[in-house]
């Protein structure tokens, strides 16, 4: 499937996406992370309560 020629909008690029050859709709850096047992889901749980507190605490 390739991106459809809405999303190739030249006022969505930037240097850098020309640079790294991104598209205009995908998240740099992303990757996706399985689940893998009960102690992971804690971790992850936790760390989303984390930023949540940090970003409340900066309002």
């Known amino acids: ?4 020629e809405d999303y190739r909008r030249a006022d ?6 020309l640079k ?3 598209s205009t709709i995908w998240q740099r850096r992303f ?3 399985p ?3 009960e102690s992971d889901f804690a971790r992850h749980t ?7 507190l ?6």
């Open 1 to 4: 499937m390739t991106c459809r």
């Open 12 to 17: 969505w690029v930037t240097a850098s996406k």
């Open 20 to 22: 790294h050859r991104e």
């Open 31 to 33: 990757w996706e992370h």
């Open 35 to 37: 689940i893998r047992d």
């Open 46 to 52: 936790e760390n989303l309560f984390e930023r949540d």
């Open 54 to 59: 940090i970003v409340l605490q900066a309002r």
